[in-house]
Structures are given as C-alpha cells and as structure tokens.
C-alpha cells in the first residue's frame, strides 16, 4: 500500500466518490418514482401487467456495457455524458423496482383493502395513503437491492469514462498500481454498506409499526 | 331504517348470489342475516354500501335509494365492520378510530375527543389509543374496529362477521358487550354471520338464507326457533331449538315457595337445607342426614337465577343445584324462593300456549 498516493491524491478521490454517489443515488430516485407510477397503474389495470412484466425483464437481461454503449447512438448524446449512465441505471432501476411496487400493493392484506373501500375512500386516496404506506416494507427491500446493484453498476461506466470509483479500477490496472485498485474497492464496498444501512434506518423511521410482534 | 326491495344479484358468470330478497331491517335494530355459506347473506350486506351493485330491485337505506346515492358519500356515511377487522397496520389506535371523520375533513379536535371516548366505550383503555393494531389482541382489535365504524355516528352500520375469527370465550364475550353498546347506541344494523347461536343472542331480527339466495324466513329469534318455515330453517336452526327457546321466555311468574333456610350452627332440617348468611344471602346447600349446618358440609350453589332472567337460565339452576331446586335471588342477592323440575315445566308448558314471542327477557 502505498499511503503518500492516497494523501496526494485525496481531492480526485473524493470528487470520484461524490460523482459515484450520485451517479448511483439519482437512478435509484427516478426509477423509484417511475416504478411508483407504473406499479400503481399495472395493479389497478391488472391486464397491462404481464405485458409490462415483459417489457423490463427484456430492459433487465441487456448488459450495463452494451446499454452504455448503444444509449448514445439513441439519444445524441456525447459518449462521455454521464446522462447515458443515468439513463442506463435508471432503466435498470425502474425495470426491477415495478416488480417490487407491485408485490407490495398485492401484500396488503385483502381485508386492509376491503375495509378501506368500505368506510369511503377514494381509489387513489386509498392507494397513496393506505396501500403504499403498508408496501414500504417490501418496496424498501427492493430499493436495497437496487441501490447496491447500482453502485456496482456504476463502476462498468468507467470502461467508456464515467465511472465514478470504477475510474481508479481502470486506471489503477492500466498502471499495474495495486494500491489505486485497492482505494477503489474498498470505498466502493464502504459506500455499498452506508447506502443499504441508511436504507435501513430509513425503513425503520418510516414502519415504526411493522416488526411489532402480536403479543407485544 | 334498510329496505331491499325485491333485490337479486346475478353475477356475470351466471351465477345467482342474491334471487328476489325482500326485507326491512328495522330503525335503531340488530337484523341478522344468517345462513350457510354461499347462501349470499355477504353479497346481500356488500350492496348496501355498494361493495357490489345489485342487478335488479333497490336497496333503501332512510328512504333513499342507493343507486342514486354516489358510492363513496354512501360508504362514509354508513359504519363498516369485518372480519378480521382490517384496522390499518400502519396507523394507530387513535388514527384508526378517526378515519372515517378525517375522510369528511371535520374538526380535528372535536374528532379526537370523540374517539377517545368511543375507544373507552368499546371496552380499551385510553393509554391503547397509540399503539398500532399489531400490538392488541384479536379481541382488542375487533373492537378497535367497531369504535372505526362508529366514529362519525352513523345512522346505519353493517357487520360482516365482525366476531368470527376470535375465539369462543372472546366471542363471547365480544358479543355481550357489543349489546351492551347497541343499548346505547340503537344504530340499525345488519349483521353477517354463519353462526345461528349468534344471530339468535344477538339479532332483534333474523333473517335465514338458503342456498341459492333466498331468503327462507325472517322473524324475531323467539319465533324463528318456535315455528320454523320449513324444514330448511328447521335443520339450520338446529336440534336443540325447544330448549334454546326457552331463554326467550321470561322467568317470571313462575311459581316459587319459600326456600328451605337455615344459617351456620342452626339445626339442619328434614331433607336438603339451604344455608344462609346473616342477610339471607345463600351459602351453599347442605345434604339430608346432617344434624346442624356447619361450612365445611356445604356443597357448591351452583348457578342462580333472578325474575329478568328467562327460563333457561331457571332450568339451568335446577339442573347444577345439587337439590334439584334453583334459587331465586331477589335484586339485592337475598334468597328469593326456590322453584323444582316440575314447576319449571308446568310454567313452560303454561306460556307456550299463550306463545310469547320472546323479546321481553332481553
């Protein structure tokens, strides 16, 4: 290890790791509130969901590389605009976070749902303000997911440019310099952990009901 | 006031839930809708508040016909209870109380006043009033959603088998205090159950349903178990039903004597004796053959009965004494009389014939 590189080298470190937090946080925001979107009108209108089923696991089996690869042509973009990342994640996000919205408006308990119905609430009220409350749990699992998925995800950006940490991989194996690689994995592997604990305690503000036992 | 007028459900498949029922349920009264399952008794109370729409006929509830009213108005103003309660996991006691009154914006303050009074009248503690539903029991949460359907004192109230998923000794006792608060309360109610021994403890009216839909008959609990329509409700009524009538005959005017009493050290008399306190509250009773009464020789009272209670429990008193006589206690606890096997059947065969229709004893 050589420490002197890391001291010298602290203020590209940290602006890659800022570039790679945000690179992997935005994605996760928007999918999410796509997915919200999608989920809530694929659980409403249940004929249009094996159809959207379809439709991202198709969006989920293209390669990161191939994704960041292609995007460009599509869009226009320059090759080294980090809006293809955030595009290519954001795709990923949604395609596996709709999955996840729908499982947990499909886990609200038929009774929590008959009973909202009947004392007089309005479908979208219901849905807001009962069904997805009660789907945190399991959206939150997915989120987790997601997140971590990303931060990894981000890293591959780096082979075209953009890659946050992945930056010090690609440069660190071009250069045959361990302790760059070693730099880059570990803040990778910290922000992963931060990012799912955060999420966690995140879950944990938001249910205070749930993970009550029946005999508390 | 609930009316169906001549109202059928037909499902899109074919089949026939609900064929041509017609029924009041009564202002300020427990209807019960009863029947096995698959009889359309839930289809029936789910088109009251347009959980389902009828195919044809109409549904008045205070007069007002409602397919004319819109849904979500409708269900608002109509209290709803079910099974399983379906309180929201993620709300409290509290929240879960003031849904109903939230969902018409009314004042904060006043609403909360109101649900802490409701959560003490269904039997919870105020203290209860933060916790989520996954900290209380079956029973408790049950009763959280009966405070639910009442907060914005609703005229109307539908029950789908509010007690059926708690157990026996809960139900019951479920059940005596939700007549308790129907007392004060006199909401018009139609209450789901498959439970003939709860619709006849609880109903003011029952109404059994047959298979396919229709209605077999709806009388007063009395009546329905002293002439059943057919042998349908006969059969569903169950076998048991001369004697389950008798708790809608009243006691009194039965024949008592005066009871064969003695007090601790006094001498016992020829066959049984029952002993009693200074005040003439009963002790036990004490086997013949004894010289005096002494504690130690009593043998258990057993169950009692006063002059509300119905003949059923006058029976039941006979058949635990270890006498062969019930005690009648007057209101004070005090030894009232005594009445036999004999007796008791004589009266029954007496007010049989006069055919009471049996809501006097409640």
């Given at each position: 290890m050589d420490w002197g590189w890391i001291v010298d080298n602290r203020d590209l470190i940290l602006e890659l790791l800022i570039e790679h937090i945000w690179l992997s946080a935005i994605p996760v925001v928007i999918g999410l509130a796509v997915a919200l979107v999608l989920g809530v009108l694929a659980h409403t209108y249940r004929w249009a969901y094996p159809p959207l089923l379809v439709v991202v696991g198709v969006l989920y089996t293209i390669p990161s590389l191939a994704l960041f690869i292609v995007l460009p042509v599509v869009l226009g973009t320059q090759i080294l605009n980090p809006l293809n990342i955030l595009i290519a994640l954001t795709i990923y996000s949604g395609a596996l976070l709709v999955r996840t919205v729908v499982d947990g408006l499909d886990a609200v308990p038929p009774a929590v749902r008959k009973a909202a119905e009947g004392l007089g609430y309005k479908?979208?009220?219901?849905?807001?303000?009962?069904?997805?409350?009660?789907?945190?749990p399991v959206i939150v699992a997915g989120l987790r997911v997601v997140t971590v998925a990303n931060i990894s995800m981000v890293s591959v950006g780096a082979l075209i440019g953009i890659g946050g940490l992945g930056e010090l991989f690609t440069s660190g194996f071009q250069i045959r310099f361990v302790t760059e690689i070693i730099v880059g994995l570990v803040l990778s592997l910290l922000l992963a952990v931060t990012a799912d604990l955060l999420l966690v305690f995140l879950q944990r503000k938001t249910t205070p009901w749930d993970r009550l036992g029946a005999t508390a | 006031?609930?009316?169906?007028?001549?109202?059928?459900?037909?499902?899109?498949?074919?089949?026939v839930a609900v064929d041509d029922v017609s029924?009041?349920?009564?202002?300020?009264?427990?209807?019960?809708l009863v029947g096995p399952s698959g009889c359309g008794k839930t289809t029936s109370l789910a088109m009251v508040n347009r959980l389902v729409d009828v195919t044809s006929g109409r549904i008045l509830v205070d007069g007002k016909d409602v397919s004319q009213t819109d849904r979500v108005e409708l269900r608002r103003g109509i209290g709803y209870v079910i099974q399983h309660s379906g309180l929201f996991p993620h709300r409290t006691v509290l929240d879960n109380v003031t849904t109903v009154p939230r969902l018409l914006g009314w004042d904060k303050k006043k609403t909360r006043e109101r649900a802490y009074e409701l959560i003490e009248m269904v039997g919870l503690s105020t203290e209860q009033a933060g916790r989520y539903p996954a900290q209380l029991s079956g029973g408790q949460q049950q009763r959280?959603?009966?405070?639910?359907?009442?907060?914005?004192?609703?005229p109307v109230m539908l029950m789908d088998e509010p007690f059926s998923a708690v157990d026996p000794v809960v139900r019951s006792s479920l059940q005596d205090e939700f007549l308790r608060l129907q007392d004060q309360v006199g909401k018009t109610i139609l209450f789901v159950t498959h439970d003939i021994d709860e619709a006849i403890k609880l109903g003011d009216k029952v109404a059994v349903f047959a298979e396919g839909g229709h209605l077999a008959q709806i009388d007063s609990p009395g009546d329905l178990l002293a002439a059943p329509a057919d042998g349908f409700v006969a059969s569903f009524v169950?076998?048991?039903?001369?004697y389950r009538r008798l708790q809608f005959l009243p006691s009194d005017g039965v024949g008592v004597r005066s009871a064969p009493t003695a007090r601790i050290g006094d001498r016992a008399l020829d066959g049984w004796t029952l002993a009693v306190d200074g005040d003439d509250r009963p002790l036990g009773w004490l086997a013949p053959g004894a010289d005096?009464?002494?504690?130690?020789?009593?043998?258990?009272?057993?169950?009692t009965f006063t002059k509300t209670d119905s003949l059923r429990a006058a029976l039941e008193a006979v058949l635990v004494?270890?006498?062969?006589?019930?005690?009648?206690?007057?209101?004070?606890?005090?030894v009232d009389g005594v009445v036999d096997h004999a007796t008791l059947a004589e009266h029954h065969q007496a007010s049989s014939e006069t055919a009471h229709s049996g809501q006097e004893s409640r």
């Open positions: 479908r979208l009220t219901r849905i807001v303000t009962v069904e997805l409350p009660i789907a945190i | 006031m609930i009316e169906f007028e001549s109202v059928s459900k037909r499902f899109p498949d074919g089949t029924l009041v349920a009564p202002q300020g009264k427990l209807t019960v959280v959603g009966v405070a639910r359907a009442l907060a914005s004192d609703p169950g076998r048991d039903r001369g005096s009464v002494t504690q130690d020789r009593l043998e258990p009272l057993g169950s004494s270890p006498a062969g006589l019930a005690v009648r206690l007057d209101d004070d606890g005090c």
